[in-house]
């Protein structure tokens, strides 16, 4: 696979290139880009997917998934507008849940 070139925004609101493509720029881009062309559909199929892989692999994903909300929920206002902010309000809520153990947040490496 050639290296792709990306573009990534920082906190900052400036961009700058992103040349690797094992860099977590690039896996976001590869699922921004799945998520605009396959829709409902297609994140079921990688639900399922996901599935069949190793448990570990599987609990990590979803560690990653944690992650990401607790990112987006404290990222700058600048990265939303009307068309996402119900999502830095999910994550926040969600980030909030699992802080004050009311969601059990805690994956453990296994």
């Known amino acids: ?3 792709a070139v990306l573009m990534r ?10 040349e690797r493509t ?3 720029e690039a ?3 590869v699922l921004a880009n ?3 062309s396959q829709g409902q559909v297609g994140m ?3 639900g399922t997917a996901l599935m069949a892989q190793h448990p570990t692999l599987q609990q990590g994903v979803f560690r990653m998934f ?3 909300a607790s990112v987006v929920a404290a990222a700058p206002a600048h990265f939303f507008d009307g068309r996402n902010s119900a999502t830095r309000d999910f994550c926040a809520d969600l980030t909030e849940a699992v802080r ?3 969601v059990r947040g805690h994956l453990p490496l296994i």
């Open 44 to 46: 079921d199929r990688v």
């Open 66 to 68: 944690l992650r990401v």
């Open 1 to 3: 696979m050639q290296n």
């Open 22 to 24: 094992d860099a977590p």
């Open 100 to 102: 004050s153990g009311s």
């Open 9 to 18: 925004r920082t906190f900052d609101g400036q961009f700058e290139p992103v």
């Open 34 to 36: 799945f998520v605009n």
């Open 27 to 29: 896996l976001a881009e």
